[in-house]
């Protein structure tokens, strides 16, 4: 069993739909910017333009893509649980092997290890928060993990 949750930002916005925000506005930034350096006196800003829209479409194409391995991501296989909740951060790693307790709050999960604590926070819409908890909840009832409400 693998299942992937795609965390977005904290706008209430699907993935899909900020993929799609993200690539547009650079675009449109790279075309701000290459008219600024042909048509006015302006290099130097339109430089900066593009260089953001670049940014821009690219994190709109990894950031948001299951595939990708930049995107902020929330996946859980049968061995263990993986998430990513900032573009540059690495991903984390946790084995099922090594969860004591799961503390589902509202804005956290906090996994009790056997030597230490990882904290997941969530920085996405509800509707992922929801599922990344009801997700949780199912496996750690399967795997006898007791968990502990806020």
């Known amino acids: 069993m693998e299942k992937t949750i795609l965390i977005g930002t904290n706008n209430n916005f699907s993935a899909t739909t900020n993929k799609w925000l993200f690539s547009i506005t650079g675009i449109i930034l ?21 260089v953001a829209g670049l940014h821009q479409v690219f994190f709109g194409l990894m950031g948001f893509s299951e595939k990708s391995k930049y995107a902020l991501r929330f996946k859980v296989t049968d061995s263990l649980i993986e998430y990513r909740d900032a573009f540059l951060k690495p991903t984390v790693q946790v084995n099922w092997n090594e969860i004591v307790k799961i503390r589902l709050d509202d804005d ?6 056997t030597d230490k604590n990882e904290t997941f926070k969530f920085r996405s819409n509800m509707n992922a928060c929801q599922e990344i908890k009801e997700m949780l909840k199912g496996i ?3 795997k006898d993990i007791p968990l502990a409400d806020s």
């Open 30 to 50: 790279i075309l701000l910017g290459t008219r600024m350096v042909w048509t006015s006196d302006w290099e130097i800003v339109g430089i900066m333009f593009i």
């Open 108 to 113: 956290k999960v906090i996994f009790s290890l």
């Open 140 to 142: 750690a009832e399967e």
